[in-house]
């Protein structure tokens, strides 16, 4: 079997999908790999690296795609941000990546239309035998990590409580809204840094994970039985809970310095948790590092990769964040796609299909010409029943 890896093309991602590390541990199953001429350059990661791995280096993306049967990507052929059309692959061929399979379901279906078999790292189930291919969790960690540096960046204040000769410097407020485990990075990060750190999460289970950072659970007096969706993500909640929800949150978020919220519902919407009125209550000088940026936001006045300064309040709308820790971020990511593959090969290094595994079951969406797996086949009947009556 042939992998290859070729450079990105979304316009800022500095992400390799495989690092020479993960060629080695490949090299020595049998795999061999070909690798596109600085596709690790920005990562950190130079052509002869790779060589001494045991890449083979080629020039252009072109001549990897002709000759690999497996194609490793971070943005998946197929997706609105990738510049390399399915049209491009061969039957056959297999693309390993990230495909935003809820959000973009066309994605599968053109990619079965080629006869490619394609595989979303986004649908990796969350099941222990799982967690070290779950790409999602490992770049939530690298986004929890920099969101607080990001907001320690843009903020007046120091993090730390500081006794010094002019005087004594009290710690920063950070609060943390949604503590997954983008959430929970953060939380553990600002608190390393110093920071009182509180956090909230409807989910009545997170309060002993955030206790568990260090941090301070922050309570409402709401209904949260029902939070708790599938893979420990929040369920979508009524239109009542939020309003109550957010109005009791206005005072919390009044004493703030810093506030990172993460909150995320798969392939929908990012709920809006903070409203233009609650932004108005806050103290001039915060932060709001909005993590659900690219999918809409958390807080109502985000816009994705700008920053926006209403009554004296700083709103960042990162764009990608996990792009900007390029180096540990690939080296996370190529490690998921490393076990991924480990899991599925045969003893002869070849892919091996086998439907009764869960993990290949949920995360391969497309296969010999058809879309495989269930939650984006009723994703695409419902696409198209709404066209026809459109």
Do not use: W
């Amino acid at each position: 079997m042939i992998v290859g890896i070729i450079a990105e093309t979304v316009a800022g991602e500095n992400r390799v999908a495989l690092v020479p590390a993960n060629i080695a541990a490949l090299t020595k199953l049998g795999v061999q790999s070909l690798v596109q001429a600085g596709a690790g350059n920005a990562a950190g990661f130079c052509d002869a690296d790779y060589q001494k791995a045991g890449s083979v280096i080629v020039e252009n993306t072109n001549d990897v795609i002709k000759e690999a049967n497996v194609l490793v990507q971070i943005h998946a052929t197929g997706t609105d941000l990738a510049t390399i059309k399915p049209s491009q692959l061969h039957k056959g061929q297999t693309v390993i990546g990230l495909m935003d399979p809820l959000g973009q379901p066309g994605a599968a279906a053109a990619l079965a239309a080629q006869g490619v078999n394609a595989f979303a790292l986004e649908m990796v189930p969350r099941i222990s035998r799982a967690q070290s291919m779950d790409v999602l969790s490992a770049m939530a960690t690298i986004t929890g990590y920099k969101a607080v540096l990001l907001g320690a960046s843009n903020s007046g204040r120091l993090l730390p409580m500081l006794m010094t000769a002019a005087g004594t410097l009290s710690a920063a407020k950070v609060f943390i809204m949604g503590v997954g485990v983008a959430g929970l990075q953060a939380a553990a990060t600002a608190k390393r840094l110093g920071a009182v750190v509180s956090a909230y999460d409807v989910r009545p289970a997170a309060r002993d994970q955030i206790l568990s950072v260090g941090a301070k659970p922050v309570e409402l007096d709401l209904q949260t039985e029902n939070s708790e969706g599938a893979g420990g993500y929040a369920n979508t909640q009524s239109d009542e809970f939020i309003q109550r929800q957010r109005e009791l949150m206005t005072e919390v978020l009044a004493q703030q310095d810093i506030v990172i919220t993460t909150a995320a519902i798969p392939g929908a919407k990012s709920p809006v948790l903070i409203t233009a009125g609650m932004v108005k209550q806050m103290k001039p000088g915060t932060v709001i590092v909005d993590l659900a940026a690219e999918r809409g936001g958390n807080c109502e006045l985000t816009q994705l990769g700008q920053t926006v300064v209403e009554h004296g309040v700083t709103i960042l709308g990162p764009d990608n964040l996990a792009s900007t820790v390029a180096n540990h971020a690939s080296q996370m990511y190529g490690k998921n796609i490393e076990n991924l593959l480990k899991h599925i090969l045969n003893k002869d290094s070849e892919l091996e299909f086998d439907f009764e595994d869960q993990i290949l079951a949920e995360t391969l969406v497309a296969y010999q010409g058809e879309v495989v797996n269930e939650r984006i086949s009723k994703l695409l009947e419902q696409t198209e029943q709404l066209a026809a009556t459109a």
